[in-house]
């Protein structure tokens, strides 16, 4: 079983900065992949980005070049950096991990983009 707690979210005018952290109850280095997921409202919940447990990243055409995921493998925490906010980033955030082929989810936090 893997506990992740998500924080970092809040409102921010558009073209600011946020950066999210998920911390996990496991030592991060037994867990293969994480990610970052998203939902906005009345909409299905999408990938934003994933890092192997090798560093190996992947993200979504629509935050590439602003978002920058990272884990701190001493901390137990994996990051989201997000530059260049736009409105359409609007959603609640969860963290995902896979450990030995299961998932597990955080409780999300919200992220406004507004002016």
């Known amino acids: 079983q893997v506990q992740l707690v998500e924080s970092g979210g809040g409102l921010v005018q558009p073209g600011g900065s946020l950066r999210l952290s998920c911390t996990t109850s496991?030592?991060?280095?037994?867990?293969?992949?994480m990610g970052w997921h998203r939902q906005a409202p009345g909409k299905q919940r999408e990938l934003v980005a994933t890092?192997?447990?090798?560093?190996?990243?992947n993200y979504a055409r629509s935050v590439k070049g602003r978002f920058t995921i990272s884990r701190d493998n001493t901390k137990n925490t994996l990051y989201l950096r997000m530059n260049s906010l736009k409105p359409e980033d609007t959603a609640d955030y969860y963290c995902?991990?896979?450990?030995?082929?299961?998932?597990?989810w955080g409780q999300g936090t919200q992220v406004t983009v507004s002016a």
């Open positions: 995902e991990a896979n450990r030995f082929g299961l998932d597990f």
């Open positions: 496991t030592d991060i280095y037994t867990i293969n992949s």
């Open positions: 890092i192997t447990s090798g560093g190996i990243t």
